[in-house]
């Protein structure tokens, strides 16, 4: 496959792209100055694009999105919930009570679980994953 070729004007996007640098200074993250400086970016153009992909501004917000989600994934990991809590969630987020969960888990082992005193075990986690919808990797310790 042969790719295409695409002839750009370099003095065209340097002239742009230094009227643009003067005002949104868009540039990899390196430190928390640079983090604070491009979420008050996206969030300008997060008020101003909205949720219209057809936005002039969306690709860009779209690009700014992916450097700060980059730097966010380096520096600020998200531990995984441990299971008796991602259960616990999915619960308290369904409304549900243990009553409601009685046909896949018995209510005295569902207060354990859920105090954190007995573990779940592979096939509960597989009721439980296909009962709120989701992988049943998410109910078992790592």
Do not use: C
């Amino acid at each position: 496959m042969q790719s295409a070729q695409v002839n750009f004007d370099i003095q065209a996007i340097q002239s742009s792209w230094a009227v643009f640098d003067a005002i949104a200074h868009l540039r990899p993250i390196h430190d928390e100055v640079d983090y604070d400086q491009m979420i008050a970016l996206m969030n300008s153009l997060l008020d101003e694009v909205g949720d219209d992909e057809d936005h002039e501004l969306a690709g860009l917000l779209e690009l700014l999105g992916d450097i700060v989600s980059k730097y966010e994934q380096e520096h600020y990991p998200i531990e995984a919930a441990a299971p008796n809590d991602a259960l616990r969630f999915l619960m308290e987020a369904r409304g549900l009570n243990q009553d409601d969960l009685s046909a896949i888990v018995p209510q005295s082992n569902l207060s354990a679980i859920l105090a954190g005193k007995r573990k779940i075990s592979a096939t509960l986690a597989g009721k439980l994953g296909k009962f709120f919808g989701t992988s049943p990797a998410l109910f078992v310790p790592r």
